[in-house]
């Protein structure tokens, strides 16, 4: 497995070798595993242009500060080890009726999952890489608004186990990954490498998911 300075040598040869820049949109961009990201491709490639999407306009500003004419923002990536069809309760997708917090994150997993592969299932989208990303345990301040009982024993598990990577170091296997990505969908893990052992949905429930997709959307914009 590759260590993160040899990915890192990686991504910085190929970006550079790049005929023209590449645009970056990177949702939830303002703090954490997205705001590495954009920094780290500014970094790497200092010509891409990037957009963030978020919701700080401050922390937003202050990126765009180091990302220079580059960056832009538009006010407004889960776990895909763990995702699979088999734990979607078809019958109460929307989770209407009561249901655990347990089977409401499992939900989240497989429709990340499913939607991934339903846009990369469609014929227009032939010539697109679609990836879902388990970042792994990374340093960022997501976990401060957590109740003490949850915060303590996740940043003392964190502290004496030493598995929580730097947003940067999350960002360079991120980019590793998805610089060399085939077309299609993609299942990636914490160090950029593709996940193989992933249930494969069939037609009904790409399409069950995405009608879901869109009548929540619709539902809500409403």
């Not at 299932?121 to 970042?135: A, C, L």
């Not at 929580?164 to 969908?185: N, Q, R, T, W």
């Not at 593709?194 to 809500?220: G, Y």
Request: charge should be neutral; include cysteine.
């Amino acid at each position: 497995m590759a260590a993160v300075h040899d990915v890192a040598a990686s991504n910085a040869q190929i970006l550079s070798s790049l005929q023209s820049p590449p645009h970056v949109v990177i949702v939830g961009g303002t703090s954490g595993i997205g705001r590495g990201f954009a920094l780290t491709i500014n970094r790497l490639c200092p010509a891409a242009h990037v957009t963030i999407i978020g919701r700080n306009e401050s922390a937003a500003n202050e990126i765009l500060s180091q990302l220079g004419s580059n960056g832009s923002f538009i006010r407004s990536v889960l776990n895909s080890k763990k995702g699979d069809p088999s734990k979607i309760n078809w019958n109460n997708m929307g989770l209407e009726t009561k249901c655990s917090f347990l089977v409401a994150i499992n939900h989240g997993f497989a429709f990340n999952d499913l939607i991934v592969q339903y846009f990369a299932s469609q014929p227009e989208n032939s010539n697109v890489s679609f990836i879902h990303s388990y970042p792994g345990f990374v340093k960022t301040p997501i976990g401060d608004n957590l109740p003490f009982y949850i915060r303590l024993p996740m940043k003392a598990m964190i502290a004496i186990t030493r598995v929580a990577v730097s947003p940067d170091e999350c960002a360079e296997f991120m980019i590793h990954g998805i610089l060399k990505a085939e077309k299609g969908y993609i299942y990636m893990d914490e160090k950029g490498e593709t996940i193989t052992n992933k249930t494969v949905a069939n037609e009904e429930m790409l399409q069950k998911i995405w009608e879901h997709t869109r009548e929540s959307i619709s539902r809500t914009a409403s």
